[in-house]
Nanobody, 121 residues
Framework: QVQLVESGGGLVQAGGSLRLSCAASGSIFSINDMGWYRQAPGNQRELVAAITSVGSTNYADSVKGRFTISRDNAKNTVYLQMNSLKPEDTAVYYC???????????????WGQGTQVTVSS
């Protein structure tokens, strides 16, 4: 019913930039928080950045000042602008959205399929 489709990952040199996008589609009544998580091999999935429906943001300490999260509510899309990338940013990045399917339903977590970001030194 609901799909989150990510794009924008790839290979970049240290110091470079990438922009991730994630579009939610399907039978959506409303979207609360949206965010980006990442998981490197052997590590747990961790929060990178999150944004509420009214634009309040939250960042992991490791990305503050380098990454910027934003969203376009009209397009049900969240973005992650990543600048000054470091090799330790290498991971699979997952989009997350808390979505209500109707005014009577409880919000539920939805996840994208993940997009690989690789930063070479």
């Amino acid at each position: 019913q609901v799909q989150l489709v990510e794009s924008g990952g790839g290979l970049v040199q240290a110091g470079g930039s990438l922009r991730l996008s994630c579009a939610a589609s399907g039978s959506i009544f409303s979207i609360n928080d949206m965010g980006w998580y990442r998981q490197a091999p052997g590590n747990q999935r961790e929060l990178v950045a999150a944004i509420t429906s009214v634009g309040s943001t939250n960042y992991a300490d490791s990305v503050k000042g380098r990454f910027t999260i934003s969203r376009d509510n009209a397009k049900n899309t969240v973005y992650l602008q990543m600048n000054s990338l470091k090799p330790e940013d290498t991971a699979v990045y997952y989009c997350n959205a808390v979505i209500r399917l109707s005014r009577w339903s409880q919000p539920k977590d939805y996840w994208g399929q993940g997009t690989q970001v690789t930063v070479s030194s």
